[in-house]
């Protein structure tokens, strides 16, 4: 006996979309209802909780056993139900199906992989299966004809029942399956191990300030009301919120119709107005609109009972780089923080301060979005050290591509921006000096032109806000590649060694960068210089389908607008996209095994940074810094540096 595989099917009141696993699990309403599992290849055994059945003994000596690998999808949820029941046991006895698939380029959830891997019917995942969870596992409405019953239970439709075990065996099946596929291309020990600390982490938790997310809230509902009252008040209308209802009272104001007030018009159209009523209800409506509570009210939905959020981070979430995606909370979007006052309006709220708040900062909603961060907070007698990558993207970039100037100017400690700006246009930039005004072009330079970005990256960094037209646009982003030619070559390269492994069925590697490609049952896989592999899947050089007589570069993947399965095209700039950011992630890897062999407690991370929790009076920031910045080994050469800062609760330096 080597492998264990097994799913739960379980019930709470707790929604786990919006709440999350371990709220839902630590609710009281919580139950198990059945337990799939199966030794091996051996057939699936059923175990029917809700019927009176006990756990089996041969599961449980499996399950004491570490030399017996568990294997779930999504096996964070299976683990956290066994340390609610069982005991806890530490993550290194998993294995992760969902982990193993978004390393191999696949989707995540068991049905989408079962798709993309084009499962039979008979092995892939029920279609039946939302239904029946929506009948058992969820609280159903008390009628009369239902007998007043708040749950569906088993002797309530035995067919259904019946059909219900039948899913859970098939979940086991599949995940079964998908593992046999997959199983080839295992993730690496490091990768292992990092997949490990992620789930201790998403077991700690970040510990919020539920006081505060309390008032925020409160005060956010309090100032909606009184905005409303006064739309009300000013427009007559019986909702304000409606758009139909609000197009005709501003089409009697102002004479005219408005066929749209959409957010990409309304500010065309407010500037249109001509009324004073019309643009105040017009600014009403704005901040009435405006969402600065919504992080807040999901802290509060997944809290645990000792206010900790956890489960917040989807380990390869982010696909085929490796990187972290989001859940619950997203602490990857949250808003920005800009007050000088930040601790007195954070005490305003937590002290229910409302109409000071409201008078002091001409509303609500603006401070209360720029505290959201700052609900965050550190243990009882510890502080926060937030520290991250200064620049990294373009470190890792200039190191693959040997752009010598631009390592030396990390290396010399010179901001990236002002180097930029005056390798392409040929004079000293200093920021608040010399040519300081050219610094801002040097920033978009460098986000929209290292991956092959043209005239409409430069404008989705802000361009065309700067007053540059097109003309202008072009001619910058043609100064930067002029200024970097080795990365521009590293596109070219990268991509012909693509190609030439795809074409070839081949190993090949990029005269630029060094990068490694190999093509393996119809897998493009891409070895990076830590030794971790991306995967294109299905991957082919054929004619475009969207440029007739062109030969592209594609693989199958999943379309991050549409979510489907479906055949994308490729060229060099995003190859180096997807080399660079899977490296920077690498480096974060690194960066979090050397602090969490140094005892630093870390609980967030976001993007390129690092949150731990430290005791008052321990060890410095510098000293965190100084460890994500070390040498790596996998990197020579590769100019890291890493900053940071202390707070009492978490925020934006």
Not at 171 to 186: A, G, N, P, S, Y
Not at 436 to 457: D, N, P, S, V, W
Request: aromatic share 10%; with cysteine.
């Amino acid at each position: 006996m080597d492998k264990l595989f097994l799913d739960f099917e379980t019930r709470s009141a707790i929604d786990i979309k919006k709440c999350g696993a371990f709220r839902y699990i630590e609710d009281e309403s919580f139950d198990v209802l059945l337990l799939a599992y199966a030794f091996d290849d051996r057939m699936v055994r059923i175990v029917d909780f809700a019927s009176g059945e006990t756990w089996p003994e041969e599961f449980l000596q499996a399950l004491r056993d570490p030399a017996v690998t568990k294997v779930a999808h999504n096996a964070i949820f299976e683990r956290t139900v066994i340390g609610k029941l069982l005991g806890y046991t530490p993550p290194e006895e998993w294995l992760d199906t969902m982990h193993l698939a978004a390393q191999c380029g696949l989707p995540l959830s068991l049905d989408a992989i079962g798709k993309a891997l084009g499962l039979p019917e008979d092995q892939a995942k029920m279609r039946e299966g939302k239904a029946l969870i929506r009948y058992f596992c969820q609280p159903c409405k008390p009628t009369k004809s239902n007998g007043g019953r708040t749950w569906n239970l088993s002797k309530h439709d035995p067919e259904k029942w019946y059909t219900f075990n039948v899913y859970c065996k098939r979940d086991v099946e599949t995940e079964r399956t998908i593992f046999h596929t997959l199983e080839h291309w295992m993730p690496s020990s490091e990768e292992r191990r990092f997949w490990c600390l992620d789930a201790r982490i998403n077991e700690r938790g970040v510990h919020i300030d539920r006081k505060m997310a309390q008032f925020a809230v409160a005060m956010d509902q309090r100032s909606k009301e009184e905005l409303t009252a006064k739309a009300v008040a000013l427009t007559g209308l019986e909702n304000p919120k409606s758009v139909s209802q609000v197009k005709t009272w501003l089409a009697d104001q102002e004479g005219k119709e408005f066929p749209s007030l959409n957010k990409k018009v309304v500010a065309d159209v407010v500037a249109s107005l001509t009324s004073d009523a019309s643009r105040e209800f017009m600014a009403l409506r704005s901040e009435l609109s405006k969402s600065s509570t919504a992080k807040y009210e999901a802290m509060l939905r997944a809290a645990c009972a000792d206010d900790h959020v956890r489960g917040t981070f989807q380990f390869y979430g982010a696909n085929r780089t490796g990187r972290f995606a989001g859940r619950l909370v997203q602490y990857q979007n949250l808003p920005q923080n800009h007050m000088e006052d930040l601790d007195e309006a954070r005490h305003l709220v937590r002290g229910g301060h409302y109409t000071a708040l409201k008078a002091l900062y001409d509303g609500v909603s603006q401070p209360l979005s720029e505290l959201i961060r700052t609900a965050l907070i550190p243990e009882p007698g510890h502080q926060f050290l937030v520290a991250d990558f200064s620049a990294i993207e373009a470190r890792v970039i200039a190191w693959m591509a040997g752009e010598r100037w631009r390592l030396d100017a990390f290396r010399e400690g010179a901001d990236i921006y002002c180097a930029s700006a005056s390798q392409a246009f040929h004079v000293p930039v200093v920021k608040h000096g010399i040519n300081g005004h050219l610094r801002q072009k040097g920033k978009i330079m460098e986000l929209a032109c290292g991956y092959g970005g043209g005239i409409g990256a430069m404008k989705a960094f802000g361009a065309d806000k700067l007053g540059m037209t097109e003309e202008e646009m072009q001619e910058t982003v043609d100064l930067w590649r002029e200024s970097s030619p080795r990365i521009c070559e590293f596109w070219r390269s990268l991509e012909k060694a693509a190609v030439r492994s795809v074409v070839r069925r081949a190993h090949t590697v990029s005269e630029i960068g060094g990068i490694v490609f190999d093509m393996e049952q119809g897998v493009l896989w891409m070895t990076l210089p830590s030794g971790r592999r991306i995967a294109y899947w299905g991957a082919r050089y054929e004619e475009s389908h969207r440029s007739a007589g062109r030969k592209v570069l594609s693989y199958m993947g999943q379309n991050q607008q549409t979510k489907k399965w479906e055949r994308i095209e490729t060229w060099g700039g995003k190859l180096v996209e997807n080399c660079v950011q899977s490296t920077a992630r690498d480096c974060l890897r690194e960066a979090m095994f050397a602090l969490d062999a140094a005892g630093f407690d870390i609980r967030a991370h976001v993007h390129d940074e690092v949150i731990v929790t430290e005791p008052l009076g321990g060890r410095s920031v510098e000293e965190m810094a100084a460890l994500m910045g070390g040498p790596i080994p996998w990197a020579p050469g590769l100019p890291l540096r890493a900053d940071g800062y202390a707070c009492p609760y978490y925020q934006k330096d």
